[in-house]
């Protein structure tokens, strides 16, 4: 009788953190409200900010081969810039193609990038002694002439993982890490 009841307190241990987890991505789906107005002309208001800041753009090229659905919306297979933005101070996620909006998801969750998460998990470029010259002589010019240069942008990543239920896009850029949740049918 001891070897049953340790055997089932074994099982409830280590498969509650299954079911938690899975109930955690139901209730955080539930409480995620959709963008509740719509965008001018469906432009971002920030984007001409970003390309004046920047020397390109700031945010990862998104290409995604299913539909994804969240509520009653349903993104089509195809390539996105995906855009982190605060927008009445809520976090959203902004799908855009050739400019415009074309969705706005709210993000679930909002934390802070790991430490060495970016020299960890992107490639690192291979230079030639020339180019690692040319690189050395050119940041050397740009620092005499500060105000002529534009800066280079945050790092920035996308991971997708497949849930039984759940699609969870996690967005890195810069110090934080936005998470959508999608379902993987629309039913």
């Not at 002309?41 to 920030?46: A, Q, T, V």
Request: aromatic share 18%.
């Amino acid at each position: 009788m001891k070897y049953i009841i340790t055997l089932l307190f074994i099982l409830i241990c280590f498969a509650h953190p299954v079911y938690s987890e899975n109930n955690d991505y139901d209730s955080l789906y539930e409480k995620a409200e959709p963008f509740k107005s719509k965008l001018y002309n469906d432009i971002d208001p920030f984007q001409d900010e970003d390309i004046i800041r920047y020397t390109w753009s700031p945010y990862p090229l998104f290409r995604t081969s299913a539909f994804l659905y969240f509520k009653n919306i349903t993104i089509e297979p195809g390539y996105y810039i995906i855009t982190p933005r605060t927008l009445g101070s809520k976090d959203y996620i902004l799908f855009k193609q050739n400019g415009k909006v074309q969705f706005i998801i709210p993000v679930v969750k909002k934390e802070k990038t790991p430490l060495n998460f970016y020299d960890a998990n992107t490639p690192k470029l291979k230079l030639t002694k020339w180019q690692e010259f040319t690189s050395g002589v050119k940041k050397k010019f740009y620092n005499t002439a500060r105000d002529s240069m534009r800066i280079e942008p945050p790092k920035s990543l996308v991971n997708v993982e497949v849930e039984t239920k759940y699609i969870i896009m996690t967005v890195y850029y810069g110090d934080d890490k936005y998470t959508a949740l999608f379902m993987r049918s629309p039913y």
